[in-house]
């Protein structure tokens, strides 16, 4: 089933640049420009849900995202 999420009207949020799963695979996070978004599934419903947005100033366009393989922490990337 395909699922879409619609920030157009969102003038802060561009392209996304990266993504990677959780250990798990219950939880995506997505980078763009100075922010990265998760996402994770609803096990009840089998659909996708906006779980945060984490904005930071000045990091740019995030171009590298790694989870610890336990899940506990994930390290995000980018270039200035």
């Given at each position: 089933q395909l699922?879409?999420?619609?920030?157009?009207?969102?003038?802060?949020?561009?392209?996304?640049?990266?993504?990677?799963?959780?250990?798990?695979?219950e939880?995506?996070?997505?980078?763009?420009?100075n922010r990265f978004r998760i996402f994770s599934i609803n096990q009840h419903d089998n659909v996708w849900q906006d779980s945060g947005l984490k904005h930071v100033e000045n990091l740019y366009t995030v171009t590298a995202l790694s989870w610890?393989?336990?899940g506990s922490r994930l390290t995000v990337g980018s270039l200035c």
């Open positions: 699922q879409r999420f619609d920030y157009s009207r969102d003038e802060q949020e561009k392209e996304f640049t990266v993504a990677a799963f959780n250990p798990s695979g939880s995506v996070v997505v980078g763009s420009f610890k393989c336990d």
